[in-house]
């Protein structure tokens, strides 16, 4: 009975190893999936406020060179 019982201890602890790890790997890609959507917000607002800085150089060109026409 004792040595059933230490089996027993011995293939739930790896068992208690093995799913451990699983959650572990789990929380890891979930870990990286939200850091390379975040890292794609945030390359998306960085074009976006170029795209924006662009058109308000261009906006500011076309004024002055208005306003030194006349």
């Known amino acids: 009975m004792s040595g059933f019982l230490m089996a027993?201890?011995?293939l739930g602890s790896i068992a208690a190893l093995i799913a451990?790890?699983?959650v572990?790997?789990?929380q890891?890609?979930?870990l990286v999936a939200f850091l390379m959507v975040a890292l794609k917000v945030v390359i998306v607002i960085a074009f976006v406020a170029l795209l924006l800085l662009i058109v308000i150089t261009f906006?500011?060109?076309r004024r002055r060179r208005r306003a030194e026409e006349i």
């Open 8 to 10: 027993a201890g011995r």
């Open 59 to 61: 906006l500011s060109a």
């Open 28 to 30: 890891l890609i979930a």
């Open 20 to 22: 451990l790890l699983i």
């Open 24 to 26: 572990l790997v789990k």
